[in-house]
């Protein structure tokens, strides 16, 4: 079953500079039981993408076109108390600054234990020990409930956050860089746990800078760069068989420890969002570009089962 169906989304953010277009035209499917990773470099408009389904953009945001459906019901058109509803039991979402949503002024427990009894009839006393267990999941200790954010370490509070987006058993849990504080170990613990929800009917979207984390645990993997998705697929074969030139780049800037090849890193940086280059927003740093390239936006195309959006694979 689908669980979330995007067409051609936009959002952009009115700066004075000009209008930033961070994401742009996006559309994306997600199944039931599905772990897909969003991977790409800073600022290409995945975190927007994730507050944009979560309705949680604002001005100078704004989601300027598209619809967003939520097992059949456009999110877009739903009335703000009726999308708080959503938020936490249906989507969760992991946020990549953990401080935005922790309260600075009130104990860890408290927090987990109200989130708890928000969505669901239990006492205090079995949302305390619920809250504890979470904790523990996610590796810290049950005395943890009593201490408030502020006495946590960056990764700790990570793991708060986790534990909080989780307690909830949402449909959808969007995690952004749930783990970039935290190390392997603990990254590991969590990732088992993120697999565990898909196997009860759950799906997950990862959002990461790490190529190898992403391929190693989703489905399918989406790539996004300056705000469009230039290619998506099955994560095995996107991996073993990149299309687009910016996946390849990409690929070729993940260290590999085994055979302690070289990194190559990726010419140049991402676009100005407020003016990107004309044509496909890659050309520039492309060293497959094409004269068509620079003058025409590519064109979206289905190579193998796989989307790719580049000259390469005109049909
Ligand atoms: N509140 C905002 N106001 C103005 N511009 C914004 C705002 N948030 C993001 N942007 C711009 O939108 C673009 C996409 O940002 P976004 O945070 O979605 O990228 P990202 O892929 O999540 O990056 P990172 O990997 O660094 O988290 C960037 O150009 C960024 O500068
Ligand atoms: S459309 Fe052209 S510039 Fe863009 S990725 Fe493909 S070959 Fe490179
Ligand atoms: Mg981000």
């Given at each position: 079953?689908m669980?979330?169906?995007?067409k051609?989304?936009?959002?952009?953010?009115?700066s004075?500079?000009?209008?930033?277009?961070?994401?742009?035209?996006?559309?994306l499917?997600?199944?039931?039981?599905?772990?897909?990773?969003?991977?790409g470099?800073?600022?290409?408009?995945?975190?927007?993408l994730?507050?944009?389904?979560?309705?949680?953009?604002?001005?100078?945001?704004?989601?300027?076109?598209?619809e967003?459906?939520?097992?059949?019901?456009?999110?877009?058109?739903?009335?703000?108390?009726?999308?708080?509803?959503?938020?936490?039991?249906?989507?969760?979402?992991?946020?990549q600054?953990?401080?935005?949503?922790?309260?600075?002024?009130?104990?860890?427990?408290?927090q987990?234990?109200e989130?708890?009894?928000?969505h669901?009839?239990?006492?205090k006393?079995?949302?305390?020990?619920?809250?504890?267990?979470?904790l523990?999941?996610?590796?810290?200790?049950?005395?943890?409930?009593?201490?408030?954010?502020?006495?946590?370490?960056?990764?700790q509070?990570?793991?708060?956050?986790?534990?909080?987006?989780?307690?909830?058993?949402?449909?959808?849990?969007?995690?952004?860089?749930?783990t970039t504080?935290?190390?392997?170990?603990?990254?590991?613990?969590?990732?088992?746990?993120?697999?565990?929800?898909?196997?009860?009917?759950?799906?997950?979207?990862?959002?990461?800078?790490?190529?190898?984390?992403?391929?190693?645990?989703s489905?399918r993997?989406?790539?996004?760069?300056?705000?469009w998705?230039?290619?998506m697929?099955?994560?095995?074969?996107?991996?073993?068989?990149?299309?687009?030139?910016y996946?390849?780049?990409?690929?070729?800037s993940?260290?590999?420890?085994?055979?302690d090849?070289?990194?190559?890193?990726?010419?140049?940086?991402?676009?100005?969002?407020?003016?990107?280059?004309?044509g496909?927003?890659?050309?520039?740093?492309?060293?497959?570009?094409?004269d068509?390239?620079?003058?025409?936006?590519?064109?979206?195309?289905?190579?193998n089962?796989?989307?790719?959006?580049c000259?390469?694979?005109?049909?």
């Amino acid at each position: 079953m689908m669980v979330l169906d995007i067409k051609n989304l936009s959002t952009h953010y009115h700066s004075r500079r000009g209008t930033i277009k961070a994401v742009d035209r996006v559309s994306l499917k997600i199944e039931e039981k599905e772990f897909v990773g969003i991977v790409g470099e800073s600022g290409c408009g995945k975190s927007t993408l994730a507050f944009s389904i979560m309705r949680l953009i604002s001005p100078p945001g704004e989601i300027v076109e598209g619809e967003i459906l939520f097992r059949g019901r456009d999110l877009l058109k739903l009335s703000e108390e009726e999308m708080r509803r959503v938020r936490g039991k249906e989507i969760g979402m992991v946020f990549q600054d953990p401080m935005t949503s922790l309260d600075p002024l009130e104990k860890i427990g408290d927090q987990i234990i109200e989130t708890i009894q928000m969505h669901e009839e239990v006492d205090k006393r079995s949302a305390l020990e619920k809250a504890e267990e979470l904790l523990e999941s996610v590796g810290l200790p049950r005395n943890r409930v009593n201490y408030y954010p502020h006495q946590l370490s960056g990764g700790q509070r990570q793991r708060v956050m986790i534990a909080l987006a989780i307690a909830l058993n949402p449909t959808l849990l969007i995690a952004d860089e749930p783990t970039t504080a935290l190390d392997v170990i603990v990254q590991e613990k969590i990732m088992n746990i993120l697999k565990g929800m898909t196997s009860e009917g759950r799906s997950i979207i990862l959002i990461t800078h790490d190529f190898s984390l992403a391929s190693e645990k989703s489905d399918r993997i989406v790539i996004m760069y300056a705000g469009w998705i230039v290619e998506m697929g099955e994560s095995s074969k996107l991996v073993n068989e990149p299309l687009h030139p910016y996946t390849k780049g990409l690929l070729d800037s993940v260290p590999d420890l085994w055979l302690d090849r070289k990194i190559k890193t990726m010419p140049g940086l991402p676009p100005d969002l407020v003016n990107p280059p004309r044509g496909c927003k890659f050309h520039p740093r492309c060293p497959k570009a094409m004269d068509v390239c620079k003058e025409r936006e590519p064109t979206d195309a289905t190579v193998n089962g796989r989307f790719v959006k580049c000259w390469l694979y005109e049909v």
